[in-house]
C-alpha cells in the first residue's frame, strides 16, 4: 500500500475488509500488475485517497458473503470485472455496466486486490464464475487487461478475417488484442519501442511488427491505404496520433491505454477523423454478462491467455515493481500471489496452458 500519491510502496498488516450486504469477500488467490494501478499510484485518477492499497485485476474464493447475496456461496472460484457496476442506474439497465453511472473500482474507488482480501461489490452482478479448468493466474488478467482487449476487438474494432488491425503497445492488453484478433482471422501489425514486446508480438501471431517512428507511412503502405481498424493499447499522444494515422478512410480507432499526465493532444487525429470519415471510440473494460462467450472460447483452446503470464511475483516484488512500471520494458503480464514468500518463477506459458 502507499500513504500518498507517488509515495513509496510497502507490505503491511492491515484490518480485513467488511463484506457489504450485497457483495462478497474474495480471498485473492492472484493479482495482476497493471500499468492502470501505476497511474493510479500517481495521481491520474482523482478516485483514490491515500492511504490505498491499489489492484484491480484478480481471481480468487468466496470468503464471506453479504446477506443480500443469492447466487454466490462460500468457496465459489471467481473473478470479476475491473467497473463493478451498480446493477440499478439507467445505464446499467440498458446492458451496459462497463460505464455504469455508480460505479465502484477495487483499487480506485477502495482498497484493491493487492493484498489477501478483496470486496466485490453487487456480487449478484459483478462477480463471475471460472471454470474448474482455468487456473488462477490466466483467471486474473480476465478481469482486466484480456477482457479489456476482448471486447475492444470484438466489439469496437470488429477486424473481419483477412482485415488489418493496427496494435499500437505490445503489453498486457496489446498482447491480448492480438491474439484475439488473430484467432478471428485478422492479420495484426504491432506497433511497439522494445525488441521483447515486438518479439512477443511476433510469436502471438502479429504478421508484421514496427517501431512507432515511422509507423505510420509503412501501415498505409503496407495495407494498402491503411487499417480498418487500430487500438492504442498503451495510452500517449504519440500512440494516438499513430494509431489515427494509419487508418484507412472510414477506419476505426480504439482508445483502450490511459493518457496518465497529458493534458493536451494535437488536434492533427481530429482533423483526419473529420477527413476520412474515421470513427473515434473509447473501450472501458467489459461488463460481467459478456464473460461466458469469452469463456467459452478460452476453455475451448481457442483463446489461451495463460501465453500471456510471464512471470508470478510476491507483494514484496509488488511493491517495489509497481513504482518501476512506467519505465519498464512490458512484454506479457506478471501476476502477483500474496500470500508468497519472496522469490519468483518462471511460468510455462510457452505450454499456452490456460
Not at 500518498?4 to 469477500?25: K, T
Amino acid at each position: 500500500m502507499f500513504d500518498d500519491l507517488g509515495a513509496p510502496l510497502s507490505v503491511r498488516d492491515v484490518p480485513e475488509p467488511a463484506c457489504p450486504p450485497d457483495g462478497v469477500v474474495l480471498r485473492v488467490e492472484a493479482t495482476g500488475l497493471c500499468r492502470s494501478d501505476w497511474h493510479g499510484w500517481l495521481g491520474h485518477d482523482a478516485d483514490i485517497r491515500p492511504p490505498h492499497v491499489p489492484g484491480h485485476e484478480f481471481a480468487g474464493v468466496i470468503a464471506e458473503v453479504g446477506r443480500d447475496v443469492r447466487r454466490w456461496r462460500v468457496g465459489d472460484r471467481v473473478t470479476a470485472p475491473f467497473v463493478c457496476a451498480c446493477g440499478q442506474c439507467p445505464t446499467c439497465r440498458r446492458g451496459e455496466q462497463q460505464v455504469c453511472e455508480r460505479q465502484q473500482q477495487p483499487g480506485f474507488t477502495h482498497w484493491g486486490s493487492f493484498a489477501e482480501l478483496v470486496v466485490v461489490d453487487v456480487a449478484d452482478v459483478n462477480a463471475v464464475r471460472l471454470p474448474d479448468d482455468l487456473d488462477f493466474d490466466t483467471a486474473a488478467g480476465l478481469g482486466c487487461r484480456f477482457a479489456t482487449a476482448y471486447r475492444a476487438v470484438v466489439h469496437h474494432a470488429r477486424p473481419g478475417p483477412g482485415e488489418w488491425l493496427a496494435v499500437h503497445g505490445c503489453g498486457g492488453v496489446g498482447l491480448s488484442a492480438i491474439m484475439i484478433a488473430v484467432a478471428g482471422g485478422a492479420r495484426v501489425v504491432a506497433v511497439d519501442p522494445t525488441p521483447a514486446a515486438r518479439a512477443r508480438a511476433t510469436e502471438l501471431g502479429a504478421e508484421v511488427v514496427l517501431e512507432p517512428d515511422g509507423c505510420v507511412r509503412a501501415i498505409r503502405e503496407l495495407t494498402g491505404g491503411g487499417a480498418v481498424a487500430s487500438v492504442d493499447a498503451i495510452g500517449g499522444p504519440d500512440t494516438l496520433a499513430n494509431s489515427v494515422g494509419g487508418l484507412a478512410r472510414r477506419g476505426r480507432h480504439v482508445q483502450v491505454g490511459l493518457l496518465g499526465g497529458a493534458t493536451t493532444i494535437s488536434a492533427r487525429p481530429i482533423g483526419q477523423a473529420i477527413a476520412r470519415e474515421l470513427t473515434l471510440m473509447g473501450s472501458h473494460g467489459m461488463p460481467a454478462r459478456d464473460y461466458p462467450a469469452m469463456l467459452e472460447r478460452v476453455t475451448s483452446g481457442e483463446l489461451a491467455p495463460g501465453r500471456l503470464v510471464r512471470r508470478v511475483i510476491g507483494l514484496d516484488e509488488a511493491a517495489v515493481e509497481l513504482a518501476a512500471l512506467g519505465a519498464a520494458a512490458v512484454d506479457g503480464v506478471t501476476v502477483i500471489h500474496p500470500d508468497r514468500p519472496p522469490g519468483r518463477r518462471e511460468p510455462n506459458w510457452a505450454a499456452g496452458s490456460a
